[in-house]
């Protein structure tokens, strides 16, 4: 093995799980909320909308873990707990909003092109079966 093959290969892995994390659709509105100040597990929950209570402790947890949110248990009956933005987290909130700009200003575009691509498909696999659907009809043709 050459050197340095390795190295490249363990920071090409990490950079990659870094991402999936920044990325995950749950990490860029929890990281939105939170850029408002510390919120509570159910505050979080109700804001978002549409996520599972599992979804959302597991995002939480890895957030946690990555050093991107601190998770504050107050010891009170019952006990509360805050989430929030560590520095290294608020340091996510610039790129994440340029991202959401840039989505907003392109979604139409996207949405489009999808389309577009969507139709050509459908075309394209409409065309390749109509020859067999008409394989019959030829075949009857033939000799008999």
């Given at each position: 093995m050459k050197p340095g093959i390795k190295h490249e290969t363990e920071y090409?892995?990490?950079?990659a799980d870094l991402l999936a994390r920044v990325g995950d659709k749950w990490t860029v509105?929890?990281?939105?909320?939170?850029?408002?100040?510390p919120m509570?597990?159910?505050?979080?929950?109700?804001?978002?909308?549409?996520?599972?209570?599992?979804?959302?402790?597991l995002t939480?947890?890895?957030l946690e873990r990555d050093g991107l949110v601190t998770r504050t248990v107050f010891p009170t009956i019952?006990?509360?707990?805050?989430?929030?933005?560590t520095e290294l987290g608020r340091t996510l909130i610039g790129t994440l909003s340029g991202l959401a700009d840039w989505a907003n200003e392109n979604g139409a575009a996207v949405q489009k092109a999808q389309?577009?691509?969507?139709?050509?498909a459908n075309?394209?696999?409409?065309?390749?079966?109509?020859?067999?659907?008409?394989l019959p009809t030829l075949w009857r043709g033939r000799g008999g």
């Amino acid at each position: 093995m050459k050197p340095g093959i390795k190295h490249e290969t363990e920071y090409c892995r990490a950079t990659a799980d870094l991402l999936a994390r920044v990325g995950d659709k749950w990490t860029v509105y929890v990281v939105g909320l939170l850029q408002g100040g510390p919120m509570r597990f159910n505050e979080i929950r109700r804001a978002i909308g549409g996520i599972s209570q599992r979804m959302l402790t597991l995002t939480l947890r890895g957030l946690e873990r990555d050093g991107l949110v601190t998770r504050t248990v107050f010891p009170t009956i019952p006990p509360r707990v805050d989430y929030e933005l560590t520095e290294l987290g608020r340091t996510l909130i610039g790129t994440l909003s340029g991202l959401a700009d840039w989505a907003n200003e392109n979604g139409a575009a996207v949405q489009k092109a999808q389309r577009n691509f969507d139709a050509k498909a459908n075309s394209e696999a409409k065309s390749r079966s109509s020859p067999i659907r008409r394989l019959p009809t030829l075949w009857r043709g033939r000799g008999g």
